[in-house]
């Protein structure tokens, strides 16, 4: 099944990296870019993503987490094993990145085991 909020697509490259995706709600997702454009990219996650729908604003922070500026972001499309987003010219009212003020803690399966990120409310 795919979630999709339709709009045009850019010019797509190949381009592998590992990125963490965090959310307001505290949810992050760390996985595999595929391919990327000036206005987004996919990130393969795995799995299904959970607790995370579309529209929601984020950072995608590149790894490992907290070494540099995060981009803002928000959720175009979900699929059973990644999430697209939209890169955003500037963060919306009240979104702030846990993870760059030193807030480490996030939800999300596959975190502990990098060492970066830890389980729990954040």
Same mark, same amino acid.
């Given at each position: 099944m795919v979630s999709d909020m339709y709009c045009d697509r850019a010019e797509r490259i190949s381009f592998a990296a590992r990125v963490l995706l965090e959310?307001?709600?505290?949810?992050?997702?760390?996985? #595999? =870019?595929? $391919?990327?454009?000036?206005?987004?990219?996919f990130v393969d996650i795995g799995y299904p993503p959970f607790q995370v729908d579309l529209e929601d604003p984020g950072f995608l922070h590149m790894m490992p987490a907290g070494s540099g500026q995060p981009m803002v972001c928000r959720v175009k499309r #979900? =699929?059973? $094993?990644?999430?697209?987003v939209q890169f955003l010219p500037g963060s919306p009212v009240g979104l702030?990145?846990?993870?760059?003020?030193?807030?480490?803690?996030?939800?999300?399966h596959g975190n502990a085991s990098l060492g970066m990120v830890s389980g729990g409310n954040p």
């Amino acid at each position: 099944m795919v979630s999709d909020m339709y709009c045009d697509r850019a010019e797509r490259i190949s381009f592998a990296a590992r990125v963490l995706l965090e959310f307001k709600n505290g949810v992050c997702f760390i996985g #595999i =870019t595929n $391919d990327i454009s000036e206005t987004g990219v996919f990130v393969d996650i795995g799995y299904p993503p959970f607790q995370v729908d579309l529209e929601d604003p984020g950072f995608l922070h590149m790894m490992p987490a907290g070494s540099g500026q995060p981009m803002v972001c928000r959720v175009k499309r #979900i =699929t059973g $094993d990644g999430i697209a987003v939209q890169f955003l010219p500037g963060s919306p009212v009240g979104l702030t990145t846990k993870l760059s003020m030193g807030r480490r803690r996030c939800v999300g399966h596959g975190n502990a085991s990098l060492g970066m990120v830890s389980g729990g409310n954040p």
